[in-house]
């Protein structure tokens, strides 16, 4: 291969995901700060008519996505990767890997995810500050989660903000399927209260769900929000299509990017390194880079920077069950947003408000594994369950020096008890709403649950065991917190302990994993150290 410098540059930012698309969009705001964008992936498509990037109805799951796999059964591999020689008792629970199709667009997850605009709840970042990142309390970022909101259906300015470039709205009352608010029917009469504003508070609640869409369902994405309106100032550059592969070091001072472009490496400068490849692409750059846990680098001849494990620790998703079902006639839509209504409420594992539920309304078939041939019904319905803070925790770790070979991963999400326990009381609420007459008329059947499992602990557990899934909401891997504390890899600014010059802003830097999806707070998240990389470099 070949290898060329190219200019210097103020910033650069790796990742043009949901906080590369805020971090890049914010700094080049100084025009007097040359700031260049890195994306594996190619430039967003969504304005053409027959891209499924415009589309907030569907995911998005094939020719802009990373095709990564989480292990969520097996045993943990980094041990063995250090020591093959170890070995290995076959594991009955040895199931093929679940497919992470995170986005690879600029736009990152944001162009190929629901659209879903749901806060972290308040005392999610009380666990923030007890986990070592106090400056990051709910009164220090409730400012910057309105300063992103264009709140298009909530007057209060104190808790919502009507100025920012993410346009959010909520579907009107004559735009609600019958199916979902059958569903709203069903949660408010077991007792669990209609919200206006489902992203204020965390007690019980049904309510409309906010969505960065509009006319309908067109995916308003974070590209579409803040990186086309600043692409005509000159001092932002882009580069799609383009690999960061490592960042370069100098006695400890980032220096600057190698980047893959069109078969060649390009050494490219700056005075600043923004990391916002996501909670699986900033680890594992990282790794490549030399920073992390010496003993991995070693095994890889890897020359190591700074020896610190915590990178690509601590991985957290939100643990999922979903329960399949097939709709009467008319009750799935196209172009329309896929979750109109949602819930939160206890499983009744204890009083914690620790599961969310939803209908997923138009899922087509085909996207669904064992659904294939079910040509008669071209649409499903998805009643899910989604556990908000779970317990478990894994990893991730490279195999290679080079980017083409994608990270393990390991996130054991069927062998925490607590977490399937809350998940079985979840996925009983469910079953007592989706049997409600006014959910029930909207319905064929339900496929696989039955009665007779639901009132069975052992079957029950079970089932969510082997049923369980990713949310696709990969956080903490660069956890932020005191440099005292050994499993933290930066500190509350994002900056890496022990480097100068490189700067963490995405997902992940969680402590812990929110309530709620993370991509809203993701972009918070860049938002506020965006701030804090302009007052430090004015």
Same mark, same amino acid.
């Given at each position: 291969? #070949? ?26 705001e ?7 964008l ?22 998005? &799951?094939? #020719? ?17 990767? &250090?020591q ?5 008792? !076959? ?22 995810n ?51 470039? $993410? ?11 019958? $199916? ?17 504003d ?40 882009? $580069? ?6 490592? *960042?370069?070091?100098?006695?400890? +001072? ?11 490496y ?5 005075s600043? +390194? +923004? ?6 692409g ?10 992390g846990?010496?003993?991995?680098l070693?095994?890889?001849?890897? !020359? ?8 690509g620790? #601590? ?18 839509? @196209? ?9 939160? &409420? ?25 659904? /294939? ?6 649409? &499903?319905?998805?009643?899910?369950v989604?556990l908000?803070?779970?317990e ?19 996130l ?10 809350? $998940?079985?009381?979840? @996925? ?7 049997? /409600?007459?006014?959910v ?27 049923? @369980?899934?990713p949310?696709? /909401? ?21 900056? +890496? ?6 700067? *963490?802003a ?15 707070t ?17």
């Open positions: 291969m #070949n290898t060329s410098s190219s200019s210097h540059y103020d910033y650069i930012v790796v990742g043009g995901g949901t906080a590369g698309c805020v971090m890049a969009a914010r700094l080049s100084d025009s007097s700060k040359s700031v260049l890195i994306e594996s992936g190619g430039d967003s498509n969504a304005g053409e008519p027959e891209s499924p990037l415009s589309d907030a109805s569907r995911l998005v &799951l094939e #020719n802009y996505n990373w095709q990564y796999e989480v292990n969520i059964h097996g045993a943990e591999r980094f041990t063995h990767f &250090l093959p020689a170890i070995e290995q008792t !076959p594991s009955r629970n040895r199931r093929k890997p679940f497919g992470y199709r995170l986005g690879k667009v600029l736009g990152g997850s944001s162009a190929i629901g659209a879903v605009a749901l806060r972290a709840f308040p005392s999610d970042f009380s666990c923030w500050a007890e986990m070592g990142a106090p400056n990051w309390a709910w009164q220090n970022v409730l400012p910057w989660y309105c300063k992103l909101e264009n709140d298009s259906d909530i007057a209060d300015e104190t808790l919502h903000g009507h100025r920012g470039p $993410l346009l959010i709205r909520r579907p009107a009352t004559e735009e609600i399927l019958p $199916l979902e608010k059958g569903f709203a029917t069903a949660c408010m009469s077991s007792g669990v209260p209609w919200v206006a489902f992203n204020q508070g965390e007690e019980p609640a049904v309510g409309a769900v906010p969505a960065n869409v509009v006319r309908g369902a067109e995916r308003f994405d974070f590209c579409r929000a803040y990186i086309t309106p600043a692409k005509q100032r000159s001092n932002l550059q882009i $580069l799609t299509e383009s690999t960061a592969e490592r *960042v370069l070091f100098d006695k400890g +001072i980032a220096t600057g990017v190698e980047v893959l472009r069109d078969g060649d390009q050494i490219i400068s700056a600043k +390194i +923004i990391l916002c490849a996501g909670a699986i900033s680890p594992a750059l990282l790794q490549r880079s030399g920073v846990d010496a003993a991995l070693q095994k890889l001849d890897i !020359p190591v920077v700074a020896d610190i494990p915590a990178v620790n #601590n991985l957290s998703d939100h643990a999922s069950v979903v329960m399949w079902a097939l709709p009467r006639s008319g009750n799935s839509q @196209v172009k329309t947003p896929w979750r109109q209504t949602a819930a939160r &409420l206890s499983s009744g594992y204890d009083a914690q408000v620790d599961v969310q539920l939803g209908l997923m309304n138009n899922v087509a078939s085909e996207t669904v594994p064992g659904f /294939h041939n079910r040509t008669e019904y071209p649409f &499903l319905v998805g009643a899910s989604m908000m803070r779970p478990a925790r894994g990893r991730l770790f490279i195999r290679s020096r080079n980017s083409d070979e994608l990270p393990t991963i390991d054991p999400l069927s062998q925490n008890m607590s977490d399937l326990r809350r $998940l079985v009381g979840g @996925v009983r609420q469910m079953w007592q709403i989706i049997n /409600h007459p006014d029930s008329s909207c319905l064929e059947s339900v496929q696989f649950w039955r009665d007779s499992m639901i009132s069975n602990e052992e079957v029950m557990l079970n089932a969510v065991r082997n049923l @369980v899934s949310g696709w /909401h990969a956080s903490g891997t660069v956890r932020m917190g005191s440099s005292a504390q050994s499993d933290t890899a930066a500190d509350e600014k994002g900056s +890496i302990h022990g480097l100068d010059n490189i700067t *963490v995405d997902a992940s830097l969680f402590p812990c994993i929110t309530s709620m999806p993370t991509n809203l993701t972009a918070m998240v860049a938002e506020r150290i965006a701030s804090f990389l302009m007052e430090e470099n004015p």
